[in-house]
């Protein structure tokens, strides 16, 4: 359906518009657009293509099946990403990039359960008491919280305001940090078993580097737990309660 919304009811052009770049010429747009199975081989040049002439388009169901091919078989495409755009293919950036986010969501749900399961605990075994109140205030302050402004708040309060020695309290961004009050300048290396940095730095035997990759992870981890904390507080809460 996503397909059809966005190739069926679009110019052909707007198939290949993205990969386009200013020192393209006209050539070079058809070749592209042939190379992604949108334009035929006999279309004589890409005016005739961006016209939607007969014979120079290949039909929908064939780009479908073409698009499904290198789908299935690890073609992507070049990344679309700014700074790396064109450079490299999108399958090599995936996997770049999937330990991190593998890490963060693994650390988002970890916090999940430590925190959320005991807060709804203490909730429900004192319904109706201060624990219990302020539980509430906390789990439906989280659920209600716009991860977003969450997230920044956390930097400006703990990258910002709160500094010791002229660094922040946590680094601003980055899987990997050694410059902020609690990190370790200097924690050497780790070999890449996995492309986490947590991870490769406890199977590596690297305390200082595993601690430096927990604190660039810790407010990320933290902004992306938020929500589903006050979600599985209330869940368990009530669960109990019943």
Known sequence: LIFYLTRGLLPPSSAISQYITPKMNSIAKLELAQSLGVATQSCPN??????????????LWGQYVGWLHNVLTGNWGYTLLPGISGTQTTLTVFFQRFPLTAELAIAGAGLTIL??????IVSATHNNKLPDHLSRIVSLGGYSIPQFWFGAMLQILLVLYIRVGGLGLFPANGAFATS?????????????????PLFDGILSGNPAYAWDALVALSLPAITLAITSIGALTRIVRSSMVD
């Open 46 to 59: 890409f005016t005739a293509f961006s016209d939607n002439q007969a014979g120079c388009v290949v039909p």
């Open 115 to 120: 925190i959320g399961i005991p807060l709804g």
């Open 180 to 196: 902020c009050a609690i990190c370790i300048s200097n924690p050497g290396t780790a070999t890449a078993f996995t492309g986490a």
